[in-house]
């Protein structure tokens, strides 16, 4: 039976295994586990299921049965070690190779379930092999996808309840959970304990105390989790991993999704407040990197710049990168609304003359028209002498108005914080596993080093899927052991 808003007036619970977050990792686990035998209680603190999975598209996998369908060579070896290279190997290869082995067969689990898979993408340009598997409704469909499942099976799930605190034995085993409905606290008696509460992204201030580049203007375009499994799992001893990882996203607009898609086009320049180009701008494709570069500029800000005729050509033909909602060839038809509507308010500059934007931007004058004039120049020569920026994303700023969209920093959410082994056991500060407790998704570290790689395309929604399987299949051997 699944409890959907309604909460139990006894003062305790009693099941095998509690789930904390139904999110991706958590809702996997608890399919995971129930299909083991186990008994579950899966904790939600808001008022429906989801978290970032709901605004996740594509999920990571080697070997999968839509990839050997559709003839793509994606072999788990070979993207073990892309993802170890990328790294310079400062993740754990245990954990990694697990992930990357457990993915394909994710697929199949998924498949063999009920749900369909629309497509694998081509995620960055003529990227090889492709393995951003997009399932049916993509991340919002899979979600309620895993909720049915867990309803077919007698996972209790009970929404609008937040677990408080991990209760422990006197010889450090897991007992259950303290947790809290409608200002009302009750135990939850259980052997085994599963974190999958999403990071700290809402936070602010463990944000502050981990993330070295951060600054107040970090605009968060994911869901705000408040670090619940971080605080709770810390407080009984767990050690931790990968603090101060974020997935970056590279220059936001933060005003508009619409204007955002805009301002991170390749044929667009982007500039700093000093009016110097500081990347090849072709690398929005690669947005990890991109934050990367603007997390180098002063206060970590840059404009992105446009003229008439680029204006009109996504109006008219749409954008060439787009994003998710705006996916490739979307024609932004209300472009011009949107940009007169920002410039009122403050946060776009629109101008005939260079000079003005310069001055806006605060910038002098000078530098920014050495930097169209160069940028011109290279456009004019189909080569980017500095950046060796790609000639197809070659286009002059020539026609006025020219256009100046202030962008700030920005981030899907935190990666790392709990460390775990490849069995996805939470370890404690002697690298031992804490008994009954598992943990995965972003929550996690020691997956991912500090700059997410987009080779490995939706391997945040692949981790926290395959993190939580594999935590259920162990969490539910747990439980069972005599």
């Given at each position: 039976m699944v409890d959907s808003k309604k909460k139990s007036k006894s003062e305790s619970l009693e099941t095998q295994i509690i789930v904390v977050g139904a999110g991706g990792t958590g809702l996997a686990a608890a399919v995971a586990a129930g299909e083991k035998g186990a008994k579950i209680i899966l904790l939600e603190k808001r008022r429906a299921a989801g978290g970032n999975t709901a605004l996740a598209r594509g999920i990571f996998a080697a070997e999968s049965p839509v990839q050997k369908r559709m003839k793509i060579d994606a072999r788990r070896e070979t993207l073990f070690k892309i993802a170890m290279g990328y790294s310079h190997w400062k993740v754990d290869p245990k954990i990694v190779r697990a992930f990357v082995d457990k993915s394909g067969d994710t697929i199949r689990w998924l498949e063999e379930k009920g749900l369909k898979f629309e497509d694998i993408l081509h995620y960055t340009p003529n990227q090889i092999p492709r393995v951003f598997h997009v399932p049916e409704g993509r991340g919002a469909g899979l979600v309620k996808f895993l909720v049915r499942k867990c309803e077919e099976m007698g996972v209790r799930l009970l929404y609008e309840t937040a677990a408080k605190r991990i209760?422990?034995?006197?010889?450090?085993?897991?007992?259950?959970?303290?947790?809290?409905?409608?200002?009302?606290?009750?135990?939850?008696?259980?052997?085994?304990?599963?974190?999958?509460?999403?990071?700290y992204s809402g936070n602010r201030e463990l944000l502050r105390q981990y993330y070295a580049d951060y600054t107040e203007d970090l605009c968060l375009h994911g869901s705000p989790n408040m670090g619940d499994g971080?605080?709770?799992?810390?407080?009984?001893?767990?050690a931790t991993e990968g603090l101060g990882i974020l997935h970056l996203r590279g220059p936001r607009f933060p005003g508009s999704s619409y204007i955002a898609v805009v301002a991170e086009e390749p044929i667009t320049i982007w500039v700093n407040k000093k009016g110097e180009r500081f990347i090849d701008e072709a690398i929005a494709f690669y947005w990890p990197e991109s934050g990367n570069a603007l997390n180098r500029q002063p206060d970590k800000m840059s404009y992105t710049l446009l003229d008439e005729k680029i204006k009109?050509?996504?109006?008219?033909?749409?954008?060439?990168?787009?994003?998710?909602?705006?996916?490739?060839?979307?024609?932004?038809?209300?472009?011009?609304?949107?940009?007169?509507?920002?410039?009122?308010?403050?946060?776009?500059?629109?101008?005939?003359?260079?000079?003005?934007?310069?001055?806006?931007?605060?910038?002098?004058?000078?530098?920014?028209?050495?930097?169209?004039?160069?940028?011109?120049?290279f456009c004019d020569q189909r080569?980017?002498?500095?950046?060796?920026?790609?000639?197809?994303?070659?286009?002059?700023?020539?026609?006025?108005?020219?256009?100046?969209?202030?962008?700030?920093?920005?981030f899907h959410g935190t990666i790392g914080g709990i460390k775990i082994n490849h069995r996805m056991e939470v370890l404690d500060q002697q690298h031992h596993p804490i008994p009954g407790l598992y943990a995965g998704g972003i929550d996690t570290g020691g997956w991912e080093s500090d700059t997410y790689c987009l080779t490995l395309s939706g391997s945040a929604f692949g981790f926290a899927l395959n993190s939580?399987?594999?935590?259920?299949?162990?969490?539910?051997k747990y439980v069972h052991q005599k």
């Open positions: 209760l422990t034995s006197e010889k450090g085993k897991v007992t259950g959970v303290l947790a809290s409905a409608k200002e009302k606290e009750f135990r939850i008696i259980g052997k085994s304990v599963i974190i999958g509460t999403g990071g971080l605080l709770m799992t810390t407080e009984i001893g767990a009109k050509q996504f109006i008219e033909e749409g954008v060439i990168k787009g994003v998710a909602r705006y996916p490739t060839g979307t024609k932004m038809t209300e472009l011009e609304e949107e940009l007169r509507l920002h410039s009122d308010k403050g946060t776009i500059k629109i101008s005939d003359s260079l000079e003005e934007i310069a001055q806006w931007i605060g910038a002098q004058p000078r530098v920014l028209k050495k930097t169209v004039d160069e940028y011109n120049s080569y980017d002498g500095l950046f060796m920026k790609d000639p197809r994303f070659l286009q002059p700023l020539l026609t006025p108005p020219y256009y100046a969209i202030k962008c700030v920093q920005s939580g399987r594999i935590a259920g299949e162990n969490a539910a």
